[in-house]
T-cell receptor
Framework: GAGVSQSPSNKVTEKGKDVELRCDPI?????LYWYRQRLGQGLEFLIY????????KSGLPSDRFSAERTGESVSTLTIQRTQQEDSAVYLC??????????FGPGTRLLVL | EDQVTQSPEALRLQEGESSSLNCSYT??????LFWYRQDPGKGPEFLFT???AGEEKEKERLKATLTKKESFLHITAPKPEDSATYLC????????????FGKGTMLLVSP
């Protein structure tokens, strides 16, 4: 079946602009995660959605970052007033609760 | 604070030269340890989950083992297509299943 998809694959933006990243999870997966992967670093947890429960936003690095999810479908991660340090690969993963996380291909963000 | 350390950072092998990658961890309560493979420009691909010390899992040329403090990913007679970054992650009993990742080991297998 179809895996996790993310769009765009690559995004180049200018410092100060807002960007929106999209994640389509595997159908039926109720849990969805966003991670950030900086060059040479491990994946950093950003935010977690589980069904209709309030999301866990404990990993968001600043109030410029926000995310939404409609039910158990698409999620969008928004970064406002982008900074150069936001340049990274943003990865989305979906799963049934307490099961293996399956990752999408990521969005490579470059802030000039 | 949960910590995951992978070593070496990079490893270069000749085709057929077996070796092991290490993942040491410090966590409050391990629910599971995960190994992923990541190719350049792609998302992590799931390989194994280990839940208890002494557990082993195999897939083709790869075998993962787990102790109370570390996990090893053994690569037997590697091929160039095994070249990738191997990521280790731990999951703890925290109410939901977020993962804490190590920085990865970049493996290059030369023909």
């Amino acid at each position: 079946g179809a895996g996790v998809s993310q769009s765009p694959s690559n995004k180049v933006t200018e410092k100060g602009k807002d960007v929106e990243l999209r994640c389509d999870p595997i159908s039926g997966h109720t849990a969805l995660y966003w991670y950030r992967q900086r060059l040479g670093q491990g994946l950093e947890f950003l935010i977690y959605f589980q069904g209709n429960s309030a999301p866990d936003k404990s990993g968001l690095p600043s109030d410029r970052f926000s995310a939404e999810r409609t039910g158990e479908s698409v999620s969008t991660l928004t970064i406002q007033r982008t900074q150069q340090e936001d340049s990274a690969v943003y990865l989305c993963a979906s799963t049934y609760p307490e099961e293996t996380q399956y990752f999408g291909p990521g969005t490579r963000l470059l802030v000039l | 604070e949960d910590q995951v350390t992978q070593s070496p950072e990079a490893l270069r092998l000749q085709e057929g030269e077996s070796s092991s990658l290490n993942c040491s961890y410090t966590v409050s309560g391990l629910r599971g340890l995960f190994w992923y493979r990541q190719d350049p420009g792609k998302g992590p691909e799931f390989l194994f989950t280990l839940y208890s010390a002494g557990e082993e899992k195999e897939k083709e040329r790869l075998k993962a083992t787990l102790t109370k403090k570390e996990s090893f990913l053994h690569i037997t007679a590697p091929k160039p297509e095994d070249s990738a970054t191997y990521l280790c992650a731990v999951q703890v009993y925290s109410g939901y299943s977020t993962l804490t990742f190590g920085k990865g080991t970049m493996l290059l297998v030369s023909p």
